[in-house]
């Protein structure tokens, strides 16, 4: 790997600090190195804070070597003002003299302006270093900026003979088919994803509460599709814990809420079903969403297109009938293990 790829990954290294808290904004990591080395770093902080770059400038202890240093960032710096000033007038005013950047941002009000900056006022620019790994790196970012939908990754657990769930359950909660390292590992992935989605018969079957437990970070915003309501008031969905969005029929009559908490939208469900929770999910902003099930709900966004990672575990388990697990048509992508349930990724993406 050559030098100006090490620094870049370790931008990418560090803009993984804010995925779940820097969003609407991308998750931005920055290093500044002055002689080969890494004199200052920083990611961005959650919403409403500093960016990347002004995290890694204030980080540079002598500030005398800004003017000889080097800036390394994974995204495009901005140049104009929303919650905080442009950072490419901030290079500007400690004329650092080169930039590498990683990829171009695609939102409108930056859009190559920011290159365009600090080309004018005598900074070295340098795109494209790990470009790929940086449009990685910020596909929720992006997928919201170019597709006008959420960045979609759908997630199950099945067994070893392809089901989902058993026919009948006891009592109204999950049946776990995987073990304890994997569901600790999905409550990582609902911290960094911005929403999590379920279908009614999910919602009665196994009364989720679809928060974060076994780790650390900010709660995912809750989407429930409920198309007459049959959900009674209480499951733990109505607890008041996090955002949470009823998705129900246009048909059906609803009080508006007066939960500061709590939504209720409406969509056709004699429609297109999917492209109608995306724009439910642009109205509310949201920038990533997993959906969880059931199987009728993984389905619809399978059968629709509209999905860009699939994340399936197998279970070292067996039922002898139940639920039968989505298919999904692609090829494996990767496969790992946790313990002993094995997880397999799918990608639906050609490009952000």
């Excluded at 600790?184 to 196994?206: C, F, M, P, Y």
């Excluded at 309501?229 to 508006?256: C, G, H, M, P, W």
């Excluded at 399936?312 to 002898?320: I, L, Q």
């Excluded at 349930?341 to 990608?347: A, E, N, P, R």
């Amino acid at each position: 790997m050559k030098v100006e790829e090490q620094f870049m990954a370790r931008c990418i290294e560090l803009a993984q600090n804010g995925i779940g808290t820097a969003r609407p904004n991308p998750s931005v990591g920055c290093v500044v190195v002055y002689e080969n080395k890494i004199i200052g770093e920083g990611f961005t902080s959650p919403y409403g804070g500093s960016h990347a770059e002004v995290n890694a400038i204030a980080s540079v202890r002598d500030k005398t070597l800004l003017s000889k240093s080097t800036l390394y960032v994974t995204l495009e710096p901005c140049a104009h003002f929303g919650k905080t000033p442009p950072c490419a007038d901030l290079i500007v005013k400690h004329k650092i003299p080169n930039v590498v950047i990683g990829c171009i941002d695609t939102h409108s009000v930056v859009a190559g302006k920011g290159v365009e900056r600090l080309i004018e006022n005598g900074c070295h620019v340098k795109v494209g270093v790990l470009e790929n790994e940086c449009l990685e790196q910020h596909k929720r970012f992006f997928t919201v900026q170019n597709k006008k939908r959420p960045y979609v990754i759908l997630k199950w657990a099945q067994t070893k003979n392809g089901f989902i769930a058993p026919d009948q359950k006891e009592v109204n909660r999950p049946v776990w088919i995987s073990n304890v390292y994997a569901q600790q590992l999905v409550h990582k992935w609902r911290s960094e994803e911005h929403a999590i989605l379920v279908g009614t018969n999910t919602a009665i079957a196994d009364n989720p509460k679809l928060n974060v437990r076994s780790w650390g970070g900010v709660p995912p915003v809750r989407v429930v599709l409920d198309r007459t309501l049959r959900i009674s008031k209480e499951n733990s969905l109505y607890d008041l814990s996090q955002k949470t969005i009823f998705v129900v029929d246009v048909n059906t009559e609803f009080e508006a809420s007066a939960e500061k908490q709590l939504f209720f939208e409406s969509i056709d469900f004699s429609g297109n079903v999917v492209e109608q929770i995306c724009e439910v999910l642009m109205r509310h902003h949201i920038q990533s969403i997993i959906i969880e099930g059931g199987t009728q709900t993984l389905n619809a966004f399978i059968n629709s297109g509209i999905w860009d990672e699939a994340r399936v575990f197998v279970g070292d388990v067996s039922f002898v009938n139940g639920v039968e697990a989505p298919v999904i048509s692609k090829e494996v992508f990767k496969k790992d293990a946790v313990k002993n349930t094995d997880l397999f990724w799918y990608v639906n993406r050609t490009e952000i």
